[in-house]
């Protein structure tokens, strides 16, 4: 349902100059391309978060949740209802440890996975350095089972609390999580659509002990490795496309297809890393759909091989 002037009344009573209407999404999102959202907010309590997913569904109205926005692909029409950001709620962290060496880390969902590793790595806790240098949050790299060849988050995730549509926090075991490749699915009753799908607000994680000295000896090469080979210090999302489950990586494909600094607009497929598609400055989102086809179509052409997306593409 779209926004009506009745809707904008509410948000404006309840959340006052924290809602924002019209909001390009180009400002929330790594990429840096995207058009508006109908309303934007990001809430400073997980009642004020409540409450708002509670009136959403009351209303009928699409919401958005993001994190850091840097895994997502917003079309330049932008989003026909709501974008709430976790960026201002779900920021705590702490963690404990048994006798046996086990740690467990309890960390809001809007925690960045740097900050994260940055304590683990602090505090001699081990079973984290697979996600130095992943950029955004824990709740998107939960969603996402973000991870290297070195590991992912469905290893290390144990339990999250989560606001379910109806307004409630539970807490959900592993049990709850199906992590794929690059994906997780709720095993949860009821869950149908992207809208009714809970959001997770914190996440326990079960690590052991290390020797942080290690840690961040290791950690820093993980760095050092990226900043060769990933064209950091431009807008991207990080890797565009899934790899296959099996043969060539995704950017080896693109690479020998010879796609390497291909441009549409002001996207490019990165001179460095093959799988990034970078915004030089002024890209628009349809640039970016445009040089994916390319890609998709040079790839499907050469090597039989369809390769998907893994950056989240929303909107119209
Ligand atoms: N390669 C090329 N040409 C290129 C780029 C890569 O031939 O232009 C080759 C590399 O030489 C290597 C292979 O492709 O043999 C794989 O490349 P890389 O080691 O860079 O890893 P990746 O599979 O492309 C994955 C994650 C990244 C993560 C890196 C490093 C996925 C889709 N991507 O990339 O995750 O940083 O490993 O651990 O799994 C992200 O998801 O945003 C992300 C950054």
Redesign the pocket.
């Known amino acids: 349902m779209m926004l009506t002037d009745t809707h904008k009344r509410w948000l404006k009573d309840r959340f006052g100059p924290q809602v924002r209407f019209n909001e390009p999404m180009s400002q929330h999102t790594s990429l840096g391309v995207g058009g508006p959202a109908d309303a934007y907010l990001a809430p400073r309590q997980a009642s004020d978060l409540a409450a708002l997913c509670q009136w959403c569904q009351q209303n009928d109205l699409y919401r958005l949740t993001i994190g850091n926005g840097t895994?997502l692909l917003v079309l330049d029409g932008g989003i026909e209802g709501i974008v709430i950001s976790l960026k201002a709620c779900c920021k705590d962290m702490q963690h404990t440890r048994n006798e046996t060496g086990e740690v467990r880390i309890s960390a809001g969902a809007a925690i960045s996975l740097n900050a994260l590793c940055n304590y683990a790595i602090r505090h001699g806790i081990e079973g984290l350095n697979f996600a130095v240098?992943?950029?955004g949050t824990l709740g998107g790299a939960i969603m996402m089972n973000?991870?290297?060849?070195?590991g992912c988050m469905g290893n290390v995730v144990r339990e999250v609390t989560v606001l379910t549509t109806g307004g409630d926090i539970q807490h959900y075991d592993q049990k709850a999580m199906v992590f794929g490749y690059?994906h997780m699915t709720w095993a949860l009753e009821n869950q149908k659509t992207a809208a009714t799908l809970p959001i997770i607000l914190e996440a326990m994680l079960q690590l052991s002990v290390a020797d942080g000295n290690a840690l961040k000896t290791e950690a820093d090469a993980?760095l050092k490795?990226?900043a060769k080979?990933?064209p950091l210090h431009q807008r991207s999302?990080?890797?565009f496309?899934?790899?296959p489950l099996s043969g060539?990586?995704?950017?080896?494909l693109?690479?020998?297809a010879g796609l390497?600094g291909t441009q549409v607009g002001g996207a490019q497929i990165?001179k460095?890393?093959?799988?990034w598609i970078v915004n030089t400055g002024k890209a628009t989102a349809a640039d970016i759909i445009e040089l994916k086809n390319i890609v998709q179509a040079k790839v499907s052409n050469l090597y039989k091989i369809d390769l998907e997306t893994?950056v989240q593409i929303v909107g119209t």
Do not use: C
């Open positions: 895994n240098g992943i950029p973000a991870g290297t060849a070195k690059r993980i490795a990226r080979t990933q999302a990080g890797s496309f899934k790899n060539l990586s995704a950017g080896e693109i690479d020998r390497k990165s460095r890393h093959a799988n893994e």
